[in-house]
C-alpha cells in the first residue's frame, strides 16, 4: 500500500504542499489554515518537518469515534472521515497522537488526509522531493542510500564520493 | 460527454518553464498537472503552476482591445486599434523622429520569443530604443559572468556538483524546482552551502550557511579567494592555460584579511572562510557555485558577480563537470536586427551612461526612460509599446514611473489582465496566454528544445506576439521585417539551421534533447586553434582590459556599500526584490485562490529592532526612503533570518508597494541596475 512519505533532510519550508492541500480541500483557497498537511518550521532549533497523517494501521481516530464516521478506503488503504456522519464531538482529534485532525469550524465536522483519492496534491506540489507517495519499502531503500553516502564521505575524510 | 484529453506543453507563471500535462475535457482546461517526464521538473510544480488554470479562467482575462476615452476605458475593434496606434506613431515619428518611439518587454505573457520580436520589431521602424524589465534583474549576472568566461549561458551543473553555493538566490521561491535538483545532489552526497542576507528556505537545508550584510558579497569572494590562493588550493594547469590577471587579482586580494571580511560583512570571517575554501578544495572542480538576483540591486553588483566567478577560474570548475557549466547552445536563427540595423548611432537611451550593459545585452536604461519622457533630454521619446510588464510596480521609484508613463503622448500596453501599468495606457490589448502560443523554449542545462503547445487557440481579438509586431510593422511600412505568415512559420523558419524541423518536435512535448553534455570544450576550441573563451582574450580574464578601457577599474575591486556607514535619518537598509512562491513579481496578486496563500504584504525585521521600536507581529510601520513612504504590517524574524539593521519588503503589492522607496538614481556604476538591496530606511511605529 502506498502511503505519503515525508525526508525532512529535503524539507525547505516552502509550504508548497500546504498551499496545494488547502485549495484541494477548499476549492477556493490557498490559504494554508484549510491543508491538513503541516510543515513545522523552527529557525532558532534549525527545524523543518512536515507532518500528514500516516494512516495507521491500527487508526486510534477509527477506533475512539463514536459516530463510526472514520473508515478505510480499501482502495487506498487512507483512513478517512465521513462528513456527514461525523457528529463533530472531536474524540478522533484528541486521540491522535500526531495532530493531524483538524476541526472545521464552518462545517462543524472533523477534516483530515484523505489521500486525495490516491493521488495526493501535496506530493504533486513538494518541489523539494521531500514528499512522496509511495510504498514504505521504498522509502527505507532511499534512506539506505543516502546515509551509505554519508558513510562513504565521513570514510575518506570527504576526498571522494562515489557520484557517477 | 465530451472527450477528455493531455495536452504536454511548459508553463510560464514563471521563467522556469516546468513541463505540464494539461488536462481538458473538450476545449475546456479542468487542470494543470507536473509533466513527469520533463527532465526539470519530474512531476511536480509549485501552487502558481497549477494555478495557471485560474490565470487562465480569470473572468479579469482582457479579451477585447481597450481604448482610453473621456469616458475611461471603452471597447474598440482590434482593427480598429492597431490602424490608430499605427496612425499615431507615423506621426509622432514624423514630428519627434524615428527614436522617439520605444518599445518595452516585459514576461507575464510568452516565453522568450517576445524579447526578439521586439527589438526586431523597434529596429524595423528605425528607433534604437528597446527597454525590458532585464534591465533590473538578470542582466548584471550575464555581464558580471561574462566579463570573467565571455557573454554565453553558465550554470552550476547542479545534478554532478559535489558541493553547491547558493549565493544570493532561494531557489524555493525563486526556481521552485531546482530544490528538487539540488536535493537529489545531496542525496548522492553533495554539500550545500547557502550565502545570503536572509536565513531562507534552501539554508534550512545548508551544511554550511553564511549571513552578511546587503552588497558586502564582493567582500566575502574577495576573502574567499585569498584564503584560496594562501593555500595553494588551485588549479594551476588551468590558472597558467587558461586566464588572465592572475597575479594582479592575487595582489589585490592580500588586503582581504579575515579582519576586514568580517568588518564588512558582519559575518565571522576567521571562522567561515577556512570552512568554505576547504569545501571547495574537497570538492573542486565539482564546485557549482549559483550567483542569484541578491547580487544585483547594489552599486557594486557586477564587480561582486565578477569576483565570485574568479573563484570558478581559480580552481579550474569552468565548464567541468559538476562546475560552472557552458551549455552548448542550439543554432536557432536570431531575430533582432543589430547587424543589419544597429542604429547606434541614434543613441539608444542609455547606452552612453551604461556603455556596458548596450554592449552586453543591447538594453537601454529604464530608469533613464522616465527622466526622458519627463525632461524630453537628451531627446524626445513620446510612445512606448509594452508587451506584460508591469514597472509601476515593479521598476523603482513607481511614483516617478506612474507620472511619466502617465504623460507619453502614445502608451500602447499588451497584457492578460488590466495591470496597474495598463490601467496608465492609452490602448490596452489582450495578450494571448502562454497556453494560447507556439514557441521554441530551450533548457540550456539539459540541452532540450520544446515547441510549446497552442493548447487552444486564442479569442478572436487576442493575438501572440508575432501576431501583434507582424500587424503593426506592415501597417508602418516595416512589412518586409515581418514576412512570415503566422507563429508556426516563423518558428520553422527559427529552425532551419539546425536541422530540426517542427514536426519531430512535436514528437517530443517533453523535450527533445539536441546535445550531450560536453565538459571542457575550451580545450576543443584550443586543438581548433580558436580562442578558448569568447573574452577579448579568449581566456578567463580575473582581470579587463575592456572594462579599463571605458576608464572603469580593470580588477573586480569591492566597494563598501552606503548602508555600512548607515545614515542616522535613514539607519535600516532595505532590501527587496525576492519573491514569494505564490507570486512571480507582480503576477498572480489579482487570483482569488492563489492570493489567499499570502494575504498581505509585510516588513520582515530583526526581534530585536522590532522590541527597540516598540511593535509586535501585524503591527503597523511607516517605512520612509529619501524619495517616499509606505506603511505595512511587521512580520517579526526570529534567530538569524535576518541581520539586526536590515528589513526586507517583498515587492509586486499595490496595497504597500515598495518600489515606491526603491531608488531609480543611485545605480550599480556598469550596469546600470537600481539599488534595491541596500536601500537606507527609516521605520517607524505608525498611530
Known sequence: ?164 | MSETRIVKTLCRMCDDRCGIDVHLDGDKITRIEGNRDHVWNRGRLCIKGSHGLEMFTSPQRLKHPLKRTEQGFVEIPLEQALDEIAEKIKGIQAKYGARAVGVWKGEAVGFAQQEELARRWIHAIGSPNYFSNDSACFASRWMGGGLVLGPQGFQADVDNAKCLIYWGQNPPNSHPNVTQQINRARERGARLIVIDVRFTQIARQADLFVQVRPGTDGALALGIIRELIQNDWLDHDFIERYTLGFERLKEYAQQFTYDYVAKETGCDAAALIPQIAREIRDSMPRTGIVVGNGFEHHENGVNSIRAVTCIDGLIGSVDQKGGKYLPVGLDIRYLPLYDQKPLKELEPLGADKFPVLYDFRHECHTMTLMDTILSGEPYPIKAIVMTAANPAITNPNSDKVRKALSSLELFVVRDLFLSETAQLADYVLPAASYLERSELVTHGLFHTVTLTNRVLPPPPEVQDEYQFFHDLAHRLGAGEYFPWENEDALNAWLLEDTGLTLEELKKAPSGYQYARPRYQKYREREADGEPPFKTPSGKVEFVSDYLAGYGYPDLPVYIPPKTNQPDPDYPFALVTGARKLPFCHARGHNLPALSQALRSPEIEIHEADAQKLGVKEGDQVRVTSRIGSIVIPVHVAVADEIMPGVVQITHGWKEANVNRLTLDDTFDFLSGFPVMKSVPVRVEKEG
Open chain 1, 1 to 164: 500500500m502506498k502511503m505519503v512519505t515525508v525526508t525532512p533532510e529535503k524539507c525547505v519550508g516552502c509550504h508548497d504542499c500546504e498551499m496545494a492541500c488547502a485549495f484541494a480541500q477548499s476549492g477556493d483557497s490557498c490559504d494554508r489554515r484549510w491543508s491538513n498537511i503541516h510543515v513545522s518550521v523552527s529557525t532558532p532549533d534549525r527545524f523543518v518537518m512536515p507532518v500528514t497523517c500516516f494512516h495507521c494501521a491500527r487508526a486510534w481516530c477509527m477506533e475512539v469515534c463514536p459516530a463510526r464516521a472514520i473508515s478505510r478506503n480499501e482502495e487506498t488503504g487512507a483512513v478517512v472521515i465521513d462528513p456527514l456522519r461525523c457528529a463533530g464531538c472531536k474524540m478522533c482529534i484528541l486521540a491522535c497522537p500526531y495532530g493531524n485532525i483538524r476541526f472545521d469550524a464552518q462545517k462543524l465536522v472533523s477534516r483530515k488526509c484523505d489521500l486525495c483519492g490516491g493521488d495526493p496534491e501535496c506530493v504533486k506540489h513538494c518541489i523539494s522531493g521531500a514528499l512522496n507517495y509511495e510504498e514504505i519499502d521504498k522509502l527505507a531503500e532511499r534512506k539506505q542510500n543516502m546515509f551509505g553516502y554519508k558513510l562513504v564521505r565521513m570514510g575518506n575524510g570527504g576526498e571522494e564520493t562515489s557520484h557517477e
